[in-house]
């Protein structure tokens, strides 16, 4: 079986869509959270991943974007960030949506046991066989499982830490852009064929990285001088 997982779409339809086309042989698609944000299509992407039933666990930038609605946001002038701009194009069926995915979800598929989340207290790497454990019990999957996986969001770097023969966590990297860090113009994803985790990085006419991102808001959304 083919799994594919994605995290941290941050807005950007084209990118989801783009990474959708190019496996679309998936037998599995699942995302690991940061659904909106940092992106100028929240619409489109909530509404693939409605429309395709794709798995997803809320990610932080979902949860800041959910305050600033239920905040209130002004629609009668132009956005100052994205966030701003993501809650002036939402609606209150949409946030429903944001507002209903799971901290955690767990799932089994080729002898493996999986536990995705988005991230945790000291979020950047599992360190010990020790650490993951906890973890593992903390979340109280299934104490029984013999090969365990955790997968992660948030850093947007792809990792994969063997931890043990049956003890591993991974992290797909970042469908919506990538950190200054990793230089690399693409989008970046996962996919696990029978039970095997492949990094893959996809160069796509619509990619932009997160300085170009800002600048084309600047450009939309120009601010008055102060």
């Known amino acids: ?17 783009a990474v959708l086309d190019a496996e679309a042989d998936a037998d599995r698609v699942y995302c690991a959270g940061d659904v909106v944000d940092v992106g100028f299509d929240p619409c489109g ?40 701009h993501n809650a002036q ?3 209150a069926e949409r946030i429903a949506y944001l507002r209903a995915l799971p901290d955690r979800l767990t799932f089994s598929h080729d002898g493996v046991s999986y536990l995705m989340t ?23 999957v299934d104490p029984e499982a013999s090969h365990r996986c ?39 994803y996962m996919t696990i064929v029978d039970g095997t985790p492949h990094f893959h990085r996809l160069e796509h006419p619509a990619w932009r990285s997160r300085p170009a991102l800002r600048e084309e808001f600047a450009q939309r959304y120009p601010q008055p001088a102060k």
């Open 150 to 188: 955790i997968i992660l969001g948030h850093t947007h770097h792809q990792a994969v830490t063997w931890l043990a023969a049956d003890r591993c966590w991974i992290n797909p990297g970042s469908i919506g852009y990538n950190r200054p860090q990793d230089p690399f113009p693409g989008t970046r």
């Open 1 to 17: 079986m083919k799994l594919l997982i994605v995290s941290d779409l941050h807005s950007n339809r084209e990118n989801l869509e």
């Open 89 to 91: 194009l939402l609606d």
């Open 118 to 140: 988005h991230l945790y207290e000291g979020y950047e790497v599992l360190r010990s066989d020790y650490d993951f454990d906890a973890f593992w019990a903390d979340a109280a």
């Open 45 to 84: 992407v909530i509404d693939i991943l409605r429309e395709r039933s794709i798995p997803c666990v809320m990610g932080n930038h979902d949860e800041k974007i959910i305050r600033l609605w239920q905040e209130g946001v002004d629609r009668q002038r132009p956005p100052k960030n994205f966030p701003e």
